[in-house]
């Protein structure tokens, strides 16, 4: 008998080859991108589980996620792996970084602008760059798109919009989008499937749900979702608002200008600052020594970078490194130190 979900699509694929030029061949390339969460998993479970070929699954890391995502993305991998599937993990590779030190992910990036995620100001191209493009990037180099796209075929793109109504606004924004070099399907939409389907879906297979999976500054993050993060990340949050504070001047912070929690909506203020200070996630006196010292402490850091050729500076992520110890004494140079003022150079440790 036949899988419901392969009849489902093979209607979507004769659809979209009708609406694309018969672009399907025996050997169209599948790949899946893969976001880490419970919707790209659950996709892939009942994708793999039904028969149906995937050819290689792309995850993009921003560098910037929670520990619980990369703990389950390293079970998962494995999961797939014992199937014959390889997940491929990509990243932004940035290069013009100016007088600025290097940086390796997302919070770095903003950290070393003195700004927030795009999504904190009502847009989205953090996405774009950070998980989209790597993505594209690296499919320009394998084989079997290269062959597909040199033979005026498409490569086919699965990705993991469910029926939920956040996720319906998505799928709405891309419906009818015709890419020269992919084919876009959904198959969740396909299958109807909710968000408690796609759980149900996991459990299963025998594994855990995975946690929510959102860089851990996101502006979309809910409030109980703030309790799950660990102190280092907590206090991140904290020193790229205060950082991004003098620039700011439609917002207030990562959650923009805060919700009063009428009419349903849940009440927050505008920085999640603020929150982590009424939860008690921080003390007082930590919040206030973050605010006080780090955003100067790391503008001195890069300001002594900014004369080193690219190749020699130091890159952020070992200032915050330092920033992580919670020692203010370490991480706070003077301005006429080349570095750290008492602790080895990094490139020298």
Known sequence: MTSPLIEAMEAWKAEAAGNQHSFFEADTPVMVAYGGGVDSTAMLIELIETGIRIDIVLFADTGSEKPTTYAFIELFAKWLADRGVTLITVRYQPKNYKNFPPYRSLDENCLTNGTLPSISFGFSSCSQKWKIEPQNKWTEQWEPAVTAWANGGKVIKLIGYDCSPADAKRYAHREGYVDPRY???????????????????????????????????????????????????????????????????????????????????EKKPGRITDYIREQGLLSSEAIDEITAMAPQALVRFQDAESGVPVTERADLGQWLTLFDKRDAGVFDVSPSSRLFAETPHPRAA
């Open 183 to 265: 084919v876009y399907g959904y198959p969740l939409r396909v299958l109807g499937w909710h968000r408690c389907d796609c759980e149900e879906r996991i459990r299963r297979a025998g594994l855990p749900v995975p946690p929510k999976s959102a860089c851990f500054m996101c502006g979309a993050m809910k409030t109980w979702e703030v309790h799950t993060l660990p102190v280092e990340q907590l206090r991140r949050i904290v020193l790229m608002e205060a950082h991004a504070a003098p620039r700011l001047q439609k917002i207030e912070g990562l959650w923009r200008n805060g919700v009063k929690g009428t009419r349903g909506g």
